[in-house]
């Protein structure tokens, strides 16, 4: 009988394939092999189940959920946190509930993004409403900046950010900076390919793919008027002959900001100070520049016919119409509305290029010489006010001009307004020669620095003290006296013994007479010169506050205007302005600062790297690295017409040479920077 052919018995009623539960003989059940294994795996999966759920609620969630280490500037910003609050700072989650963990958008994620978390500590150097946004750019600039860079900088139509795979207005931190990857890992390193999520043109090596520039860096040369061709043409020959030209000496070490850059490891500074890279050529020239200072007020030489006419004049200025008008005294005369049109009148402020002996003229003249005193009257009645007000009624700040006015105390134009409007005694009028040597014999004890004080006691007449007829009284009066006490001066002086300056003995030997008023200030300030009756400021030197100040004040003034042109045609005004051409804007730019677009941010150069390397010339012979400037930057010859600041083109080749994978990189972000400072 064939195999397949064979009866099978019938399958027993109790028994099934499957079933849990077997029935024995005498009616009982038992569990079947199905049955037990199922019971088995049914207990292991509770003690599983128990095992976890116990294991949640001991071990705290911070820990559990924990996918790497933080990087190193987080976790030591973090590291005096407790755990709950080292997660709570990035993730919302970490103080709410254990559900939420494996929820997208729990209660604690209600209107908070992780972006916003990071906000919450970068907000000030990233700009909170543009954190989103592509390179923190809104589109319209964006695209600007496309425009510009395909137009103007000659970059090829394709280096337009094709279509993105990410939306770049609604971009989050985490696309580019994830952490949790240890502390050794670099939040800011992103690779190329990261780049090109958004800018998804093709883009292969450095040398060949990376657009041309001509002009960077140099087109970003900043408010310093400088000429590194002459200086290194020109004047550092002539005046070092003897010594090698290196850029260092004046592009010194920021960090210690010595005059070498002895440690390579640090970066040269931009754009020097002047102690630091003019001074020590400038600064004995300089201050021979601005000895004369700037004339603040001065009385015109006036006719003896018009003098007559309103009182006291000084005596040394009558005689023939003379004499300028300063710059800053005419801004201030000029708010009174009937002294403007006078002043259009007289030709670059010249009081002698009027028409000699007209009516005119002499009444020009008359309302000039009543303004004059008339101003340092209203200063001396009501001090650094006067002169604020009539800034202001011509529509100028009086902030910049303050410097001016700390150092130029009232009581001193009151005292000086005393000297020269005395009235003029019934005796014959001087000489013009016994003038000057009158006024010259006065000058030691009538010039005065900016923070002399006149003298508040009373003053009390000679005659009062002593009877009439007194030997005293007569000395020095009779002709006919021959004492020898005072032919050698020994009772001149105050009379007064107990004054100290009194009782000390003279022990100069300059012949005060012969000092020039701006020496008593050799080191800046106020002072006044008698002999012409002027008032005039000497500058302290580079940096001179007051100059400043009365250049920013003139830079208020519209273009065109005469009085604005004759305050920078001044030599002194010149020194500055001839070196800080942006002073005269609005804010006055005194400090060297970058002229380049915004594009330009995007880049981002260091120093640091390339003063170490050895180029390839000195390998062959085994030298050491010598940090040469110029390998890179190259004074350009005066016949080059394609030269840019002075310099020689810097062009991509000098940096393709280094820049190739394997040596220096060419990673996107060496040179450019994602977000813009």
Known sequence: MRHDDRELPPPPANDRPGDRWVLEQDGRRRLSWTGRRQRLTSACLLFAISGVALMLLVTPATTLFQPGDLSSPHAQILAGASA????????????????????????????????????????????????????????????????????????????????????????????????????????????????????????????????????????????????????????????????????????????????????????????????????????????????????????????????????????????????????????????????????????????????????RSNHTLGRIATSLRELMDDIADRGHRAIEDRLTRQGLAPPPFRPVLQGLPPQWIEATAKDWFQPVSDTPSPSPHEADQHHADQLPSRSTLANSRPSTEPTTDSSELLPEGSLLLDIGHDSGVDDALLDEGRLSGPADPLDPLAAAPATSAVDKTSVVPSELVNLGGWYRRDTVCDIRYRPAGHADPVLKAMIETFAQLSEGDPLKERFHANPVVQVCMNCHPAADAIPARWTSQRNGETLDRFTVFSHQPHLSVTPPEQHASGQQNSGQCNRCHQIASTEGGNAVGQFAPLGKDNCAACHVRGAAGEQCTTCHRYHIR
């Open 84 to 359: 709950e609050q080292r997660c709570g700072a990035c993730h919302q989650s970490a103080t709410t509930s254990l559900t939420d963990w494996f929820r997208s958008g729990g209660s604690g994620h209600q209107g908070i993004s992780s972006s916003e978390r990071c906000m919450k500590c970068h907000h000030t150097t990233i700009p909170l409403g543009l954190a989103g946004t592509a390179h923190n750019l809104p589109i319209a600039v964006r695209d600007r900046l496309t425009k510009l860079a395909i137009s103007e900088r000659g970059r090829p139509a394709e280096w337009r950010p094709a279509v993105a795979m990410v939306d770049q207005n609604h971009l989050r931190c985490a696309t580019c900076h994830q952490e949790h990857h240890g502390p050794t890992t670099s939040l800011t390193q992103l690779s190329n390919a990261q780049c090109q999520a958004c800018h998804a043109a093709p883009f292969g090596s450095f040398a060949e793919s990376h657009p041309t520039w001509d002009q960077w860096p140099y087109h970003r040369s900043g408010n310093i008027g400088f000429d590194h061709r002459t200086h290194h043409d020109q004047h550092f020959p002539r005046h070092h002959p003897a010594e090698a030209f290196d850029c260092r000496t004046c592009h010194a070490n920021v960090r210690d900001h010595s005059t070498a850059i002895s440690d390579l490891g640090s970066e040269p500074q931009r754009s020097p100070s002047y102690e630091v890279g003019c001074a020590s050529c400038h600064e004995e020239t300089l201050r021979a520049q601005v000895v004369d200072g700037i004339t603040l007020l001065q009385l015109p030489t006036l006719p003896e016919s018009v003098a007559d006419q309103f009182g006291p004049w000084p005596p040394t200025a009558i005689g023939f119409t003379d004499g300028s008008l300063s710059p800053l005294v005419e801004l201030l005369i000029r708010s009174d509305p009937t002294i403007a049109p006078l002043l259009r009148q007289i030709p670059n402020g010249d009081l002698a290029q009027l028409p000699r002996g007209t009516s």
